[in-house]
C-alpha cells in the first residue's frame, strides 16, 4: 500500500521522507498528467476511448515488502494526487482523521441532463420529437451558422461520424457480436450507420457544467428561436467539451478487463483498477467539498467504461477503530496487517456518497426537487491507516468496494472564458446568455 507519510512531513517540512519497511512514496503506477490540464479529448475524463500513450502509467520498481514477508506492487500513489489538491488550493490538505469534516452537500446541487450519447449523433439528436430541431440546429438557425456545417462538425466532434473508423451497421443486431453495448448510431436521413458502444458521449462536459453554471429552468426566445432548458444543457455541454476550461485530476483511468486477476486479499492485481486510494479518496472528499465547499466528479465505474457524475454530498456513517493485528485478522485473515507498515492504528470507514445521474426531462429539475429522482449513492467501505497522531498515511477498499468504488475524481478549475469559441463553432458569450435569461425567467 502507498504510505502518504511523506506528504505528512514533505508539504509540511518540506522534506522527503522513505521508509525502511514500507515502500517509498513515488514507487507503484501514477498517471502522468500536469498539475491543471485542459478538458479535451485527449483527458483522461473523456467519455469514449483515448490514447493512454498521452498519460501514460509509470511503473516504478521497488515493491511493499511487509511484516509478514508478502511483496506487493503499490498502489498509484496517493501522493502526486494529494500534490495537485495542494497546489491548487494553495495550502497542505488536512489529513488528520479527527478534524476532518464527516458529511457536505453540494451547493447548489448539480443538475441532471443528458450524456448526449455518440450512437445519438450527440446534440444533433431530436430530442423533443422528429418535428422539433435539434440543440444544434436551433443554434445555428438563431446565431446565423450554416446549418449543415455544424451539424457535421458537432458528428466530427463527438456524434456518429466521430466513430467512421468503428464497424458499419444497419441495425443493432449488426452490433450484437461486438460484445461491447454497441447499438447502430444512424445520422438522421441515413440507412446505415456505425456501431457505437452507449456508453460513448460527453459526460465529461455535462458533469462540470452542472456544477459550475446555473440550471436553465425556462423557456427563452432569441432571434425568433425557442430554446427550451433542456436544449441549453445540451449547448452548455457541448461548449465544456470545446477545449476551454481547466481541470484538477487525480487517480489513474483504468482501462483493463472488467473481471481482473486478484491477489490472496481479494484485491484487483492492476494497480490502476486498485485506485482510487482510499485513504486520499477520504482526505479529498473531505477537504475539497467538507472544507473548501466545492463540488468534485468522480468516474463511479472502477473498470474500463467511464461515468463521470457530479457529486451531491457525502455522509460518513461508520467509524471503527482497530489496532493493525486486529484488522489484518477481521478483513484479510491474516495475523500481521500485510500493506503498510507504518500504520499505528487502522479505521474501518462506512461512507456514503451521493452523485447525480443523467436525464432526459426537461423543465427545472432542481429547485422543483425533481433532482431526487436523479440522484443515486453507494456506501463504501474502506480500511484508513493511520501513524501515531491519527493523520491518514494510507488505505485499503474492503468488502464489495474493492471492485465497487471510484476509479478517478477531478473538478473543473472555472467557468470558460466569456469570449470562448469552441471548434465546431458555438460561442460561449451566446449560451452564457440564453442559461441567464432562462435561470432568471419565471415559468
Not at 494526487?81 to 497542505?92: K, S, T, V
Request: hydrophobic share 35%; glycine share 8%.
Amino acid at each position: 500500500m502507498v504510505s502518504l507519510t511523506a506528504i505528512l512531513l514533505g508539504y509540511i517540512a518540506l522534506t522527503s521522507l522513505r521508509s525502511t519497511d514500507a515502500a517509498p512514496l513515488d514507487d507503484g503506477v501514477f498517471m502522468q498528467i500536469d498539475s491543471v490540464s485542459v478538458l479535451n479529448h485527449d483527458s483522461p475524463v473523456f467519455s469514449g476511448p483515448i490514447n493512454l500513450d498521452l498519460h501514460p502509467l509509470q511503473v516504478m520498481d521497488t515493491a511493499n515488502a511487509t511484516d509478514d514477508g508478502d511483496i506487493h506492487v503499490n498502489e498509484v500513489p496517493a501522493a502526486a494526487d494529494l500534490a495537485r489538491l495542494n497546489d491548487f488550493f494553495g495550502q497542505p490538505m488536512e489529513v488528520n482523521v479527527k478534524n476532518l469534516v464527516t458529511s457536505a452537500t453540494v451547493a447548489p446541487v448539480p443538475w441532471p441532463s443528458s450524456y448526449w450519447p455518440t450512437f445519438e449523433d450527440g446534440i444533433n439528436y431530436r430530442w423533443n420529437g422528429d418535428d422539433e430541431p435539434s440543440p444544434a440546429e436551433k443554434y445555428a438557425r438563431a446565431f446565423g451558422l450554416d446549418e449543415a456545417a455544424l451539424l457535421d462538425a458537432v458528428s466530427r466532434s463527438n456524434g456518429i461520424l466521430s466513430q467512421a473508423g468503428r464497424p458499419q451497421c444497419t441495425s443493432n443486431s449488426d452490433c450484437s457480436s461486438l460484445g461491447d453495448g454497441s447499438r447502430c448510431g444512424k445520422r438522421r436521413g441515413e440507412t446505415t450507420g456505425t456501431c457505437i458502444p452507449t456508453w460513448y458521449g460527453i459526460c465529461h462536459a455535462w458533469a462540470p457544467a452542472a456544477v459550475l453554471e446555473p440550471e436553465p429552468r425556462c423557456p427563452v426566445m432569441t432571434n425568433g428561436v425557442t430554446f427550451r432548458p433542456f436544449d441549453i444543457k445540451a449547448l452548455v455541454t457541448q461548449i465544456y467539451d470545446g477545449g476551454v476550461i481547466g481541470l484538477v485530476f487525480t487517480g489513474a483511468r483504468y482501462d483493463g478487463p472488467v473481471n481482473g486477476p486478484k491477489d490472496q486479499y481479494g484485491r484487483f492485481t492492476d494497480a490502476a483498477y486498485r485506485d482510487l486510494n482510499p485513504g486520499f479518496f477520504h482526505i479529498a472528499f473531505s477537504n475539497i467539498l467538507g472544507k473548501f465547499k466545492r463540488g468534485f466528479i468522480i468516474d463511479v465505474n472502477a473498470g474500463p467504461q467511464v461515468w463521470n457524475q457530479p457529486v451531491r454530498s457525502y455522509q460518513v456513517l461508520e467509524q471503527t477503530m482497530y489496532t493493525p493485528a486486529a484488522a489484518a485478522r477481521r478483513y484479510f485473515n491474516v495475523n500481521n496487517y500485510p500493506f503498510n507498515n507504518k500504520a499505528k492504528s487502522i479505521q474501518y470507514v462506512r461512507t456514503r456518497v451521493r452523485w447525480i445521474v443523467e436525464a432526459n426531462e426537461d423543465g427545472p429539475l432542481v429547485d422543483t426537487g425533481r433532482v431526487d429522482s436523479y440522484t443515486q449513492q453507494a456506501e463504501y467501505t474502506y480500511l484508513l491507516e493511520l501513524d501515531n497522531a491519527g493523520n491518514i498515511i494510507g488505505g485499503e477498499w474492503v468488502g464489495s468496494s474493492k471492485a465497487n468504488h471510484p476509479d478517478f475524481l477531478w473538478f473543473a478549475t472555472d467557468r470558460p472564458n466569456i469570449d470562448a469559441t469552441i471548434g465546431v463553432g458555438l460561442r460561449y458569450k451566446d449560451v452564457r446568455a440564453l442559461i441567464e435569461q432562462s435561470a432568471s425567467a419565471t415559468c
